[in-house]
T-cell receptor
Framework: DAGVIQSPRHEVTEMGQEVTLRCKPI?????LFWYRQTMMRGLELLIY????????DSGMPEDRFSAKMPNASFSTLKIQPSEPRDSAVYFC??????????????FGPGTRLTVT | SQQGEEDPQALSIQEGENATMNCSYK?????LQWYRQNSGRGLVHLIL?????REKHSGRLRVTLDTSKKSSSLLITASRAADTASYFC????????????FGTGTRLTVIP
């Protein structure tokens, strides 16, 4: 398996532009997580899906952020409009969830977003 | 917050020495996991210890868990320069959310 795939790996955009980050989870995994990592705030959970359904989006900063999972093999995180404070590394992770207990999450390589 | 706290925030040691990192958390858990993150990369799972276990080994890694104190430690023996990375603990809460709660991380630097 190729692991969790994220694209693009790097994104530089201007303030006000729309940004779309993409993630392909590991085949067979039914849970997908979007995280944001910055020096100041560390690793933050933005949203997670179970069986393609958003379960908890309380970490999404504001209405400018939205996430979708149209099928088991693809998810997007969209920022519209983007702001300089959105600059961070965004990680996608997946796992197989069968109730409790929870097992290891597999992380993608991340997308480094810079908003100028 | 259910987020764990790692201690110390940063640690610098000489190659060959042992490195110990600590994690404290707040709620009852099913298990605790340790992850490693190399600079510019995603997190990688290292080891999982269940709430009914007190110690676990994997190669040069030794993890302990004290549920009465809500704390865990990760020991890396005979450290190597390649162990330089950030290390995170993550907890699976016994109640509630089906997501892990990650700590703030310890940045380990191993000097060759």
């Amino acid at each position: 398996d190729a692991g969790v795939i994220q694209s693009p790996r790097h994104e530089v955009t201007e303030m006000g532009q729309e940004v779309t980050l993409r993630c392909k989870p590991i085949s067979g995994h039914n849970s997908l997580f979007w995280y944001r990592q910055t020096m100041m705030r560390g690793l933050e959970l933005l949203i997670y899906f179970n069986n393609n359904v958003p379960i908890d989006d309380s970490g999404m900063p504001e209405d400018r952020f939205s996430a979708k999972m149209p099928n088991a093999s693809f998810s997007t995180l969209k920022i519209q409009p983007s702001e300089p404070r959105d600059s961070a590394v965004y990680f996608c992770a997946s796992t197989l969830t069968q109730g409790k207990p929870l097992y290891e999450q597999y992380f993608g390589p991340g997308t480094r977003l810079t908003v100028t | 917050s259910q987020q764990g706290e790692e201690d110390p925030q940063a640690l610098s040691i000489q190659e060959g020495e042992n490195a110990t990192m600590n994690c404290s958390y707040k709620t009852s858990i099913n298990n605790l996991q340790w992850y490693r993150q190399n600079s510019g990369r995603g997190l990688v799972h290292l080891i999982l210890i269940r709430s009914n276990e007190r110690e676990k080994h994997s190669g040069r890694l030794r993890v302990t868990l004290d549920t009465s104190k809500k704390s865990s430690s990760l020991l890396i023996t005979a450290s190597r320069a390649a162990d330089t990375a950030s290390y995170f603990c993550a907890t699976d809460p016994r109640e509630g959310a089906n997501n892990l709660f990650f700590g703030t991380g310890t940045r380990l630097t191993v000097i060759p």
